[in-house]
């Protein structure tokens, strides 16, 4: 089991950047399989960005690909995701999302069995 916690959102102006970090409990996690999501109010929480145990490939939504970096860093339990050139429609609540399953669905919300709680991202236009 682990246990994720959000954090680095926050409000700032289209253009700008943010970065948020997912801190993970427990000894494995690198065996785990990661995930950013977002859900804006009235809308269903969508992918963002994924990354396998692997680390050989990440994946991304079309809308923040190019301007969205996820990353994770096993030695210190964190996964990040570099945020840049934001846009107005990027504002949501962002979801770091975890699974230790030999493969996973990265742009399914349902394959994720853990979450963290959730961090506040507002673009301001």
């Known amino acids: 089991q682990v246990q994720l916690e959000e954090s680095g959102g926050g409000l700032v102006q289209a253009g700008g950047s943010l970065r948020l970090s997912c801190a993970a409990s427990?000894?494995?996690?690198?065996?785990?399989?990661m995930g950013w999501f977002r859900q804006a109010p009235g809308k269903e929480r969508e992918f963002v960005a994924g990354?396998?145990?692997?680390?050989?490939?990440?994946s991304y939504a079309d809308s923040v690909r190019g301007r969205f970096t996820i990353s994770r860093d096993n030695a210190k339990n964190t996964m990040y995701l570099q945020m840049n050139s934001l846009k107005p429609e990027d504002t949501a609540v962002y979801y770091c999302?975890?699974?230790?399953?030999?493969?996973?669905?990265?742009?399914?919300?349902?394959?994720?069995?853990?979450w963290g709680q959730g961090t506040q991202v507002t673009v301001s236009s």
């Open positions: 999302a975890a699974d230790d399953a030999r493969w996973v669905n990265l742009f399914s919300p349902r394959a994720f069995d853990y």
């Open positions: 990354i396998r145990n692997t680390d050989d490939n990440p």
């Open positions: 427990g000894r494995t996690f690198s065996s785990y399989t």
